[in-house]
């Protein structure tokens, strides 16, 4: 048994000692290197902190020691998130060489937890992209068809887990990163309620927007992982105090009665034909399981991605301001005779195009005189979008439509028109302005064959929920167990 | 002070400049046109009315968190200085500054 | 003031480092003494990818002080913003600071410009984290940057443009020093930058009721700089504005070396620091109770003090000024004076002995050689004429520079005389020893009245009472008349 097995089955395997955390690691990082050089999930992997730390978890289940959760699985960790000792990096050349000095506390917690950190994991530079082409080391591929794009921005994280070389791994979702990589991988990734999970030592994007979540290839994976990760973190200001329910333990509730809410923004102008069947057909499953499909309403929809944009890449120009190769990452090797030089310079070298893109967009979005008009009022809107979910949420426990509007395009395809790419953000952005926890499972395939995303949102807190109706639909389901063809060198 | 979205234009140059981006003319160029249609199509929320609307700031309201005013210890000099592209041993070092 | 018909009108920033143990947002020391640059550093204050602020409560607890103590209104809720510029030293490439919705608005500053009394209104007190520092090093044409500062808290105290001269200016700020040192919210420490000034000034024709061109002076970060600065920096502007010139909006420094003030370089950039809610930070919420358990707290005000050692001890209003010029002055004055139950002899003698030999020696009070008790032993037996007053400053001298004890120094070298007989003997023996003076001073040299009293003092070495043998001598050359 090896990477591609599930989390589930591959704890049980180490627990009876038919597999041991050493051989799975090296089975894991033996995949990589066979599979990895035509998809460019992995930035990098740290073989002998893996294989020390599969030692000794092997070691402590001989001495029969205690053991944490996910005693000897392989996880891989989005490049968003600082790794002590390992470089980190946000696939952004103005971070290359940068090795932090501290763990994120999800990364603690998986350390506490005894999984194995493998790796990390490719994406957009900054998270800032839909597409997974602005890594640091090319542009990520799709498993499903290598010439189409694996989403983004946690594009790694999907593709890491659709091709089987480990079974859990970690991303970040600002505007739909987990979700709309899962829906084009084929994989289930949650983004949690705001401040459910540390946001410490994740590389800010957009402040009040990022979170950090779970990927994996089942819901009962997913459920797994978060429980490790989800929780109260002194060290974030932003992080929620209220205690973790045992997700695990809701995951087989049936879902009888379980009012599901259908909103007719999702499934408007611009939703991929194929993308609209697959989701209605998920739909129909919910209510053969016991669920009641109830329509709901969520009328500003259509402004998300406009308050979206100015938010998060005004919060993202002030976040990037610290990249002024001062204390850390990249500095030009121009000479420079005073500082401003250095900065402009340093700057427009390390960041990539859509990164300066966004600077550019958000420094604006804040400036002096145009505050009011841009950011202040993304905000009001932001409260329209919020008031929006409340009001579903009188009628509804949980809602659902699509991940995307469309489903994985070609590469390069999309990424002369940014504005086209931000526009694929549109049901993914609003949860994300509103703070709610959100999933995306796979439901079926679009035109092409390529996997199509069932995204559900819920209220605050509502992640056992969403889990639980998520599970229910894998089982009902056979999409959770569809795999992409194997890659050949 | 509310004024429309639509009836503003980016300079380039000065944000740029405001940001500390070095950018070349075909950049410059590129950008122009990009944020036009970006401004362009954010310009639809001018359509709402958000008198009286509340901006909200943090996604789920919290009480200001804590930390009690107790040491932990700091970095060592050379975890400090791990990252720097440039310091003499105690101090970070830059170009002369004014 | 300068030139007769002007009038300054002057506001005052003063930033004041709090005294917590560690930073504002996170748990690193905010200083140490001697700490070598970059050893007072975190992640956070580094402004490292993906670390995040969490608030010292101490912060706020000592910002909630100081503005009680000013008469400010305490906000139920503020919120920290984001001040983005670029500088080497300001690690995130933004400052966290209050700004829009500071923590503390209105109050004031009450305190006496000339033997009159002023209030000088506050506008606000903001919370803020201080940035690092940044040294030039001209001769390899190269700046190095001390991040130990960045972090360290701040608050900003703003006053309304209601001081009108110098004077009022050195005023106010003597007077904050002496709250917030008072209120412990801070060590007032000028040296180390942990009490800095800024002022906004501008002149006007008097009667004028706009406001003329307003300047930016800093590094006045002395009582004596602020005087010095503002009064060179009104008598320029008159100078301009008379000659026909006109001011231009600017930041100026004050050079003391040179007295003059001089533009601040600056680059040609606009300043925008687009300001926006910290999305990292909530908004602050202070509630009643938490105000009422600070409130509970405070100490008895410096000014308050000054008028109860007037009102209830009896001290003149100067004495009275001089001794609250910080709390640990009027806590040892207090401490001296209520173990001697004489306001005015411990007055006295702090005021004369003590602090003359404390700033020969550059000493504060908290250093003084001589404790409060020790003092206090010394003017119990000068009450009780056990010393005189002569023996008691030179057991005074001792003190401060041995340390010796003043019973020990009683022992060695004796009591004062006071015993009548003894007394009366002495004099008649002085006075018998020297009949040919006995005969001057009859036949009218009066001024041979000292020269006997001398031979007593020299004969009982110093120990006798010096005013009863002053009258013995005057009484025994009358009986022998």
Same mark, same amino acid.
């Given at each position: 048994?090896?990477?591609?097995?599930?989390?589930?089955?591959?704890?049980?395997?180490?627990?009876?000692?038919?597999?041991?955390?050493?051989?799975?690691?090296?089975?894991?990082?033996?995949?990589?290197?066979?599979?990895?050089?035509?998809?460019?999930?992995?930035?990098?992997?740290?073989?002998?902190?893996?294989?020390?730390?599969?030692?000794?978890?092997?070691?402590?289940?001989?001495?029969?020691?205690?053991?944490?959760?996910?005693?000897?699985?392989?996880?891989?960790?989005?490049?968003?998130?600082?790794?002590?000792?390992?470089?980190?990096?946000?696939?952004?050349?103005?971070?290359?060489?940068?090795?932090?000095?501290?763990?994120?506390?999800?990364?603690?917690?998986?350390?506490?937890?005894?999984?194995?950190?493998?790796?990390?994991?490719?994406?957009?530079?900054?998270?800032?992209?839909?597409?997974?082409?602005?890594?640091?080391?090319?542009?990520?591929?799709?498993?499903?068809?290598?010439?189409?794009?694996?989403?983004?921005?946690?594009?790694?994280?999907?593709?890491?887990?659709?091709?089987?070389?480990?079974?859990?791994?970690?991303?970040?979702?600002?505007?739909?990163?987990?979700?709309?990589?899962?829906?084009?991988?084929?994989?289930?990734?949650?983004?949690?309620?705001?401040?459910?999970?540390?946001?410490?030592?994740?590389?800010?994007? *957009?402040?009040?927007?990022? =979170?950090?979540?779970?990927?994996?290839?089942?819901?009962?994976?997913?459920?797994?992982?978060?429980?490790?990760?989800?929780?109260?973190?002194?060290?974030?200001?932003?992080?929620?105090?209220?205690?973790?329910?045992?997700?695990? *333990?809701?995951?087989?509730?049936?879902?009888?009665?379980?009012?599901?809410?259908?909103? *007719?923004?999702?499934?408007?102008?611009?939703?991929?034909?194929?993308?609209?069947?697959?989701?209605?057909?998920?739909?129909?499953?919910?209510?053969?399981?016991?669920?009641?499909?109830?329509?709901?309403?969520?009328?500003?929809?259509?402004?998300?991605?406009?308050?979206?944009?100015?938010?998060?890449?005004?919060?993202?120009?002030?976040?990037?301001?610290?990249?002024?190769?001062?204390?850390?990452?990249?500095?030009?090797?121009?000479?420079?005779?005073?500082?401003?030089?250095?900065?402009?310079?340093?700057?427009?070298?390390?960041?990539?195009?859509?990164?300066?893109?966004?600077?550019?967009?958000?420094?604006?979005?804040?400036?002096?005189?145009?505050?009011?008009?841009?950011?202040?009022?993304?905000?009001?809107?932001?409260?329209?979008?919020?008031?929006?979910?409340? =009001?579903?949420?009188?009628?509804?426990?949980?809602?659902?439509?699509?991940?995307?509007?469309?489903?994985?395009?070609?590469?390069?395809?999309?990424?002369?028109?940014?504005?086209?790419?931000?526009?694929?953000?549109?049901?993914?952005?609003?949860?994300?302005?509103?703070?709610?926890?959100?999933?995306?499972?796979?439901?079926?395939?679009?035109?092409?064959?390529?996997?199509?995303?069932?995204?559900?949102?819920?209220?605050?807190?509502?992640?056992?929920?969403?889990?639980? *109706?998520?599970?229910?639909?894998?089982?009902?389901?056979?999409?959770?167990?569809?795999?992409?063809?194997?890659?050949?060198? | 002070?509310?004024?429309?979205?639509?009836?503003? /234009?980016?300079?380039?140059?000065?944000?740029?400049?405001?940001? /500390?981006?070095?950018?070349?003319?075909?950049?410059?160029?590129? &950008?122009?046109?990009?944020?036009? /249609?970006?401004?362009?199509?954010?310009?639809? &929320?001018?359509?709402?009315? &958000?008198?009286?609307?509340?901006?909200?700031?943090? $996604?789920?309201?919290?009480?200001?968190?804590?930390?009690?005013?107790?040491?932990? $210890?700091? &970095?060592?000099?050379?975890?400090?200085?791990?990252?720097?592209?440039?310091?003499?041993?105690?101090?970070?070092?830059? $170009?002369?500054?004014? | 003031?300068?030139?007769?018909?002007?009038?300054?009108?002057?506001?005052?920033?003063?930033?004041?480092?709090?005294?917590?143990?560690?930073?504002?947002?996170?748990?690193? %020391?905010?200083?140490?003494?001697?700490?070598?640059?970059?050893?007072?550093? +975190?992640?956070?204050?580094?402004?490292?990818?993906?670390?995040?602020?969490?608030?010292?409560?101490?912060?706020?607890?000592?910002?909630?002080?100081?503005?009680?103590?000013?008469?400010?209104?305490?906000?139920?809720?503020?919120?920290?913003?984001?001040?983005?510029?670029?500088?080497?030293?300001?690690?995130?490439?933004?400052?966290?600071?209050?700004? +829009?919705?500071?923590?503390?608005?209105?109050?004031?500053?009450?305190?006496?410009?000339?033997?009159?009394?002023?209030?000088?209104?506050?506008?606000?007190?903001?919370?803020?984290?201080?940035?690092?520092?940044?040294?030039?090093?001209?001769?390899?044409?190269?700046?190095?940057?001390?991040?130990?500062?960045?972090?360290?808290?701040?608050?900003?105290?703003?006053?309304?443009?209601?001081?009108?001269?110098?004077?009022?200016?050195?005023?106010?700020?003597?007077?904050?020093?002496?709250?917030?040192?008072?209120?412990?919210?801070?060590?007032?420490?000028?040296?180390?930058?942990?009490?800095?000034?800024?002022?906004?000034?501008?002149?006007?024709?008097?009667?004028?009721?706009?406001?003329?061109?307003?300047?930016?002076?800093?590094?006045?970060?002395?009582?004596?700089?602020?005087?010095?600065?503002?009064?060179?920096?009104?008598?320029?502007?008159?100078?301009?504005?008379?000659?026909?010139?006109?001011?231009? !909006?600017?930041?100026?420094?004050?050079?003391?070396?040179?007295?003059?003030?001089?533009?601040?370089?600056?680059?040609?950039?606009?300043?925008?620091?687009?300001?926006?809610? +910290?999305?990292?930070?909530?908004?602050? %919420?202070?509630?009643?109770?938490?105000? %009422?358990?600070?409130?509970?707290?405070?100490?008895?005000?410096?000014?308050?003090?000054? !008028?109860r050692f007037v009102d209830a001890l009896g001290l003149s209003a100067y004495d009275a000024d001089v001794l609250? !010029?910080?709390?640990?002055?009027a806590?040892y004055f207090e401490a001296v004076a209520q173990a001697v139950g004489d306001p005015k002899l411990a007055a006295n003698w702090i005021q004369g002995e003590l602090?003359?030999?404390?700033?020969?020696?550059?000493?504060?009070?908290?250093?003084?050689?001589?404790?409060?008790?020790?003092l206090a032993?010394?003017l119990v037996?000068l009450r009780?004429?056990?010393?005189?007053s002569?023996?008691a400053?030179?057991?005074?001298?001792?003190?401060?520079?041995?340390?010796?004890?003043?019973?020990?120094?009683?022992?060695?070298?004796?009591?004062?005389?006071?015993?009548?007989?003894?007394?009366?003997?002495?004099?008649?023996?002085?006075?018998?020893?020297?009949?040919?003076?006995?005969?001057?001073?009859?036949?009218?040299?009066?001024?041979?009245?000292?020269?006997?009293?001398?031979?007593?003092?020299?004969?009982?070495?110093?120990?006798?009472?010096?005013?009863?043998?002053?009258?013995?001598?005057?009484?025994?050359?009358?009986?022998?008349?």
């Amino acid at each position: 048994m090896g990477p591609e097995a599930s989390a589930t089955e591959l704890l049980a395997a180490l627990a009876s000692g038919a597999t041991s955390a050493l051989a799975l690691t090296e089975a894991a990082l033996a995949r990589i290197r066979a599979v990895d050089g035509h998809l460019g999930a992995w930035l990098r992997t740290d073989e002998a902190s893996a294989l020390e730390t599969a030692a000794r978890i092997d070691r402590r289940r001989e001495l029969g020691q205690p053991l944490g959760p996910l005693a000897g699985l392989p996880v891989g960790v989005k490049d968003m998130i600082c790794t002590r000792g390992m470089e980190t990096t946000a696939s952004s050349r103005i971070l290359e060489g940068f090795v932090p000095p501290y763990d994120a506390t999800v990364v603690e917690r998986l350390r506490a937890a005894d999984a194995i950190v493998l790796g990390k994991l490719a994406m957009d530079e900054f998270a800032m992209g839909s597409s997974s082409e602005r890594s640091l080391r090319g542009p990520v591929r799709n498993p499903w068809d290598l010439e189409r794009v694996p989403g983004g921005s946690s594009g790694g994280s999907a593709v890491a887990l659709a091709s089987g070389t480990c079974p859990l791994t970690l991303g970040t979702d600002t505007g739909g990163s987990i979700r709309q990589p899962a829906a084009f991988c084929g994989v289930a990734g949650l983004k949690p309620t705001y401040g459910r999970v540390s946001r410490q030592g994740v590389i800010a994007y *957009a402040s009040s927007l990022d =979170q950090v979540g779970p990927m994996a290839r089942s819901v009962r994976d997913l459920a797994l992982l978060l429980q490790v990760i989800a929780g109260h973190d002194p060290r974030d200001a932003t992080s929620l105090p209220d205690p973790v329910p045992d997700y695990q *333990a809701v995951l087989d509730r049936p879902v009888d009665g379980l009012r599901v809410g259908v909103p *007719a923004e999702y499934f408007q102008e611009g939703l991929d034909p194929a993308v609209e069947l697959a989701v209605r057909a998920a739909e129909d499953t919910l209510r053969g399981e016991g669920a009641v499909l109830v329509p709901v309403s969520l009328p500003h929809t259509r402004y998300a991605i406009a308050a979206y944009y100015l938010i998060a890449t005004a919060e993202a120009s002030s976040n990037l301001a610290r990249y002024d190769g001062v204390r850390y990452g990249h500095r030009t090797a121009e000479p420079t005779g005073d500082i401003d030089t250095l900065y402009s310079r340093t700057r427009a070298e390390g960041f990539g195009p859509e990164v300066k893109r966004r600077i550019i967009l958000g420094t604006f979005a804040l400036s002096s005189g145009y505050y009011d008009a841009y950011y202040l009022r993304a905000q009001k809107v932001r409260t329209l979008v919020r008031r929006d979910f409340a =009001q579903a949420f009188e009628r509804c426990d949980v809602i659902c439509g699509p991940t995307s509007p469309v489903g994985p395009w070609r590469i390069g395809e999309r990424s002369g028109d940014p504005l086209a790419m931000y526009l694929t953000d549109i049901y993914t952005v609003p949860a994300n302005l509103a703070g709610l926890p959100c999933l995306s499972v796979p439901c079926g395939v679009d035109s092409s064959g390529m996997p199509v995303g069932l995204q559900l949102i819920g209220p605050p807190l509502g992640e056992a929920t969403l889990l639980g *109706a998520a599970h229910a639909f894998e089982r009902a389901t056979g999409h959770a167990a569809r795999r992409p063809p194997e890659v050949h060198p | 002070m509310d004024a429309a979205p639509s009836e503003l /234009r980016i300079d380039i140059r000065q944000v740029a400049t405001l940001a /500390r981006l070095s950018l070349d003319a075909a950049e410059t160029r590129e &950008l122009e046109g990009a944020l036009d /249609r970006i401004l362009e199509y954010v310009a639809q &929320l001018d359509e709402l009315d &958000l008198d009286g609307v509340e901006p909200t700031s943090h $996604p789920v309201p919290l009480r200001a968190a804590w930390r009690e005013d107790v040491a932990a $210890p700091p &970095l060592s000099r050379d975890e400090a200085f791990a990252n720097a592209p440039d310091h003499d041993g105690t101090a970070f070092v830059v $170009p002369r500054v004014v | 003031m300068s030139a007769a018909g002007w009038e300054a009108v002057i506001g005052l920033e003063i930033h004041v480092q709090l005294a917590t143990r560690t930073k504002i947002f996170c748990a690193t %020391e905010a200083s140490r003494d001697g700490a070598e640059p970059n050893t007072l550093v +975190d992640p956070v204050t580094l402004g490292m990818p993906g670390v995040l602020p969490v608030l010292n409560r101490e912060v706020v607890e000592l910002a909630i002080r100081l503005g009680l103590a000013l008469g400010c209104t305490i906000a139920p809720r503020s919120r920290f913003s984001r001040k983005h510029y670029f500088y080497p030293d300001l690690p995130k490439g933004y400052q966290i600071s209050q700004y +829009d919705e500071p923590l503390c608005t209105g109050g004031a500053i009450v305190t006496e410009v000339d033997g009159e009394e002023r209030r000088f209104r506050l506008t606000r007190i903001h919370l803020e984290e201080d940035a690092g520092k940044t040294v030039h090093d001209a001769l390899r044409n190269r700046s190095l940057v001390d991040y130990n500062r960045a972090g360290v808290p701040l608050v900003e105290t703003v006053s309304e443009p209601d001081l009108r001269s110098p004077a009022d200016a050195m005023a106010y700020m003597k007077a904050m020093h002496r709250i917030v040192t008072a209120l412990g919210v801070s060590d007032g420490n000028m040296e180390q930058g942990n009490f800095r000034c800024d002022a906004n000034v501008s002149v006007r024709r008097v009667g004028d009721p706009r406001l003329g061109t307003k300047v930016e002076l800093k590094n006045i970060n002395s009582f004596r700089f602020v005087g010095r600065g503002l009064e060179h920096e009104i008598a320029r502007q008159v100078d301009v504005l008379e000659a026909g010139g006109h001011l231009v !909006q600017e930041t100026r420094l004050w050079d003391e070396a040179a007295g003059v003030t001089r533009p601040m370089r600056t680059k040609e950039m606009a300043h925008d620091y687009r300001y926006f809610p +910290d999305p990292d930070l909530m908004v602050l %919420e202070v509630d009643e109770a938490w105000i %009422e358990r600070v409130r509970a707290t405070l100490p008895e005000l410096p000014r308050a003090r000054t !008028q109860r050692f007037v009102d209830a001890l009896g001290l003149s209003a100067y004495d009275a000024d001089v001794l609250t !010029q910080s709390a640990a002055r009027a806590d040892y004055f207090e401490a001296v004076a209520q173990a001697v139950g004489d306001p005015k002899l411990a007055a006295n003698w702090i005021q004369g002995e003590l602090l003359g030999l404390l700033n020969k020696d550059g000493l504060d009070i908290e250093a003084s050689p001589v404790p409060a008790e020790r003092l206090a032993e010394l003017l119990v037996l000068l009450r009780d004429e056990r010393l005189s007053s002569k023996m008691a400053k030179a057991c005074f001298a001792e003190m401060f520079s041995s340390s010796v004890a003043p019973a020990d120094w009683l022992a060695a070298h004796g009591a004062q005389i006071t015993d009548e007989d003894t007394l009366r003997a002495m004099v008649a023996a002085a006075l018998d020893a020297h009949p040919d003076e006995v005969a001057g001073f009859h036949a009218g040299k009066a001024q041979l009245l000292g020269f006997f009293v001398g031979q007593v003092m020299k004969q009982s070495r110093g120990k006798a009472n010096p005013q009863r043998v002053n009258q013995l001598v005057r009484s025994q050359l009358e009986e022998r008349r």
